[in-house]
């Protein structure tokens, strides 16, 4: 399992207030989790007006999946808003990557 992980910091050059600019991230997080099915959510800059930070995540079931989709996602979103920065992460997750930890397995 891999978790690709983004956080994109937006810049709302047509925004006046708070309002304006939450309503510009409102509608990119619902096209967003709409097309792709990704979780996003505003991290940070709540108290800009003209600038917003949202943070994304998906999973999938291997590493050339997460990438590709994440690349996706953050293509669709420099193609709706000004992108100032990006930054990503992936990480992996499987049963060599959780030995000797404090992971435990667990079924119903």
């Known amino acids: 399992m891999t978790v690709a992980i983004a956080r994109v910091t937006l ?3 047509g925004s006046h207030s708070l309002k304006d600019k939450r309503m510009v991230l409102r509608r ?6 709409g ?3 990704a979780a996003i959510a505003e991290v940070d ?3 800009l007006w003209q600038r917003g930070t949202v943070g994304v995540t998906l999973v999938g079931n291997d ?3 997460a990438e590709s989709a994440l690349d996706e996602v953050l293509r669709f979103i420099r193609d709706h808003a000004e992108v100032v920065k990006e930054e990503r992460e992936l990480q992996s997750f499987g049963a060599e990557d959780l030995q000797g930890s404090d992971f435990v397995h667990w079924e119903p």
Do not use: A, E, T, W
């Open 11 to 13: 810049f709302v050059g």
């Open 28 to 33: 990119i997080k619902d096209l967003v989790r």
């Open 35 to 37: 097309k792709f099915n």
């Open 45 to 47: 800059d709540h108290d």
């Open 63 to 65: 590493r050339r999946f």
